[in-house]
């Protein structure tokens, strides 16, 4: 069975740092783009990075360039994302979803409350 | 950048009816290998997305086939022969054949 289950998530005070993880089981992670979404609560879904299978290859949203940084670490079948300089805007629950061109699993979501 | 717009935004149906929502693309979404990549989501009250849809018409494993995806080029379709109780939720189409991905508002279907 297909898995993928974020952390990370919590309280964070504007221009903070937090960073999340997202264990995958199930399948083979190596063979596998990985991609980053997040929903404001009750708004709709926002796409925010992805990365290849390998790592070589990152993509971003303008709205996180160059404060967001998305890595996999393959030997630990783990996706992360570094989020630095936080704002208020980024409050929302960040999903991981498995694939770049149609994200056929998500996680549970984890919620990071960016507020001072 | 790609802009998804969905219509309608709120969609009332009556159990056992049709229900249609549309999702057009500012730009063709033909991918140049030659896919459409054209994904159609469920989000049901408090849980995650779930893919319903993907590359435009295939229905993803254990997704009833009351579900059907349509379309071509920039105008795509999400229908449900014949909704269920189970069916309340927002659904999205979203486009992963241009950087960066982007998600249409989405529809609220609720039961009247």
């Known amino acids: ?116 | 950048d790609v802009v998804m717009t969905q219509s309608p935004l709120s969609l009332p149906v009556t159990l056992g009816q049709p229900a249609t929502i549309s999702c057009r693309s500012s730009q063709s979404l033909v991918h140049s290998d030659g896919n459409t990549y054209l994904n159609w989501f469920q989000q049901r009250p408090g849980q995650s997305p779930r893919r319903l849809i993907y590359q435009v018409s295939k229905r993803d494993s254990g997704v009833p086939d009351r579900f059907g995806g349509s379309g071509s080029g920039t105008d795509f379709t999400l229908k449900i022969s014949r909704v269920e109780a189970e069916d309340v939720g927002v659904y999205y189409c979203m486009q992963g054949t241009h950087w960066p991905r982007t998600f249409g508002q989405g529809t609220k279907v609720e039961i009247k």
């Open chain 1, 1 to 116: 069975e297909v898995q993928l289950l974020e952390s990370g998530g919590g309280l964070v005070q504007p221009g903070g740092s937090l960073t999340l993880s997202c264990g995958v089981s199930g399948f083979t992670f190596t063979s596998h783009s990985m991609t980053w979404v997040r929903q404001a609560p009750g708004k709709g879904l926002e796409w925010v990075s992805s990365i290849s299978e390998s790592g070589v290859n990152t993509y971003y949203a303008d709205s996180v360039k160059g404060r967001f940084t998305i890595s996999r670490d393959n030997s630990r079948n783990t996706l992360y994302l570094q989020m630095n300089s936080l704002r208020a805007e980024d409050t929302a629950f960040y999903y991981c979803a498995r694939g770049i061109y149609g994200l056929a699993y998500w996680g549970q979501g984890t919620l990071v409350t960016v507020s001072s």
